[in-house]
């Protein structure tokens, strides 16, 4: 069965940082891309950022450029959001997933297959 277990969620203050996990187990997990995704109450879901777990190559969304960083832990077959300089447009559930793909060289994956069950950021003083 496969599961994508997402954490590390929470309350802080602007300008602050947190740092989300993706726990995933069920398929191997070098064959997979992994990617982050928001969602703000009333808005579309928003692709944040992806990661290629064969090559670690990256992708992020222009919003969070240079302040959030993707990366991987093979041997825990876990992915990292570190999130960093928080503002409050950044407060949204945050999902991550995984698509068959060893890359994401040209790209984040169109689509994903798996999904885990989201966690709250909310950034607020």
């Known amino acids: 069965e496969v599961q994508l277990v997402e954490s590390g969620g929470g309350l802080v203050q602007p300008g602050g940082s947190l740092r989300l996990s993706c726990a995933t187990s069920?398929?191997?997990?070098?064959?997979?891309?992994i990617g982050w995704f928001r969602q703000a109450p009333g808005k579309e879901r928003e692709g944040v950022s992806c990661i290629g777990s064969r090559d670690g190559s990256t992708n992020y969304a222009g919003s969070v450029q240079g302040r959030f960083t993707i990366s991987s832990d093979n041997a825990k077959n876990t992915v990292y959001l570190q999130m960093n300089s928080l503002k409050p447009e950044d407060t949204a559930v945050y999902y991550c997933?995984?698509?068959?793909?060893?890359?994401?060289?040209?790209?984040?994956?169109?689509?994903?297959?798996?999904w885990g069950q989201g966690t709250q950021v909310t950034v607020s003083s």
């Open positions: 069920g398929f191997t997990f070098e064959d997979y891309a």
């Open positions: 997933a995984a698509e068959a793909s060893t890359t994401t060289a040209w790209g984040c994956p169109p689509k994903y297959t798996y």
